[in-house]
């Protein structure tokens, strides 16, 4: 796989190969051939089928080195065209964007802008999974959506009974959907509609939780037999859920090649904006995964719980700064640069507890999904 963000280096010999780029949009396909001397040999348009794949394959040699931007046809596309044998690079498109920009939108346009990049080697590549770390992937987005609306959820539930003035006859729990809880709000009765509104609440709950469980269990068989999660199972607070979503998205370590990189993946950085030599730095850039970045703020929130030495760095940056908000920033990329260091040097967390971690491992193996 592809490094984030990396300018593709092209060998000396790939640069004698013809280049075709396609400007995708989610039915079509504007292609434009050039020739090892950058002239243009042929343009068309294909549709993204199977139909038009054969075209593809029919009108541009096998040797021809093919890129196109990330959308959300390039999965597919990549997996057709790289079933005909061609080298498909799929580039990563903020990193594209400043550099093919125009006032007006024009596929042909692009696309030849797309095949001239490429012929030079100047195209930064976007990091595409393979077909099982994409539906590992897609398990583990999926069972993130369903606790958000699982959360909403019990939020509504929780506001609908203090709106109507029973909250206050629920038994007393840390957990507001504890079993007695639980027992309690099923068996109040208002005799009237508002029965109906309540149990229709909670029917939902009770269908979202159970959808939960077999996804649970696919992704604990994934987690048992993946290196990665159990090393990052050995920080104090990370069950297998949360490390196998940081692993997902992290994979393979050494397309980072430092802390930084793994950072700027997160936007977990500054964003910056240069005017002559004058350099200002505003705001995270959240640039990258939003769901890594949640999967992070966990992590934080769990570890300075959890850790002693991590919650004083936190506190300590709170106090400097005067900032919550900076310290949990700081917390994260301080994690990030251990989680960094651990991927690759395949170290345990340095205040591991040994039993802990065990325990942890047992439950992973045992399938049980409490």
């Not at 539930?157 to 203090?162: A, E, P």
């Not at 206050?168 to 208002?190: G, M, V």
């Amino acid at each position: 796989m592809s490094k984030m963000g990396k300018r593709r280096k092209v060998k000396s010999g790939r640069m004698n190969t013809m280049v075709a780029a396609l400007d995708l949009s989610d039915t079509e396909g504007v292609t434009t051939v050039l020739s090892p001397y950058g002239d243009v040999t042929d343009s068309f348009t294909i549709r993204l089928d199977d139909q038009g794949f054969a075209q593809f394959a029919a009108r541009v040699p096998k040797d021809a080195r093919v890129a196109f931007e990330a959308t959300g046809m390039a999965y597919p596309v990549h997996r057709a065209l790289a079933s005909y044998g061609y080298d498909v690079t799929v580039v990563h498109p903020k990193e594209l964007a400043w550099i093919v920009k125009s006032k007006k939108k024009n596929d042909r346009a692009d696309s030849l802008k797309i095949a001239k990049l490429h012929m030079s080697g100047m195209l930064p590549e976007s990091h595409l999974l393979d077909s099982e770390e994409q539906v590992k992937r897609d398990l583990l987005v999926q069972r993130v959506k369903m606790g958000n609306e699982i959360g909403r959820l019990k939020n509504s539930i929780i506001s609908y009974l203090k709106r109507e003035g029973v909250y206050h006859k629920l038994p007393p729990s840390t957990d507001n959907f504890s079993e007695k809880r639980r027992k309690a709000i099923a068996a109040l009765k208002f005799n009237d509609d508002r029965d109906l509104v309540l149990r229709t609440m909670t029917d939902r709950l009770d269908f979202l939780e159970r959808q939960c469980v077999p996804l649970e269990v696919r992704i604990k068989q994934y987690a048992v037999k993946d290196d990665d999660v159990r090393l990052l199972m050995t920080i104090g607070g990370v069950d297998y859920y949360l490390a196998s979503l940081l692993s997902s998205y992290i994979g393979d370590v050494n397309r980072f090649p430092s802390d930084d990189h793994l950072a700027s993946y997160f936007g977990m950085v500054p964003s910056n904006r240069d005017s002559g030599s004058v350099t200002r730095r505003g705001r995270m850039a959240k640039e990258g995964p939003a769901t890594a970045r949640w999967a992070l703020s966990i992590m934080v929130d769990t570890v300075i719980r959890q850790n002693k030495p991590i919650r004083e760095y936190y506190q300590s940056v709170r106090a400097r700064t005067g900032s919550g908000k900076m310290a949990h920033v700081s917390t994260g990329r301080k994690l990030l640069r251990m989680l960094h260091h651990m991927l690759k040097t395949r170290q345990h967390w340095k205040w591991e507890n040994p039993k802990l971690s065990e325990k942890k491992i047992a439950r992973l193996g045992g399938g049980d999904t409490d």
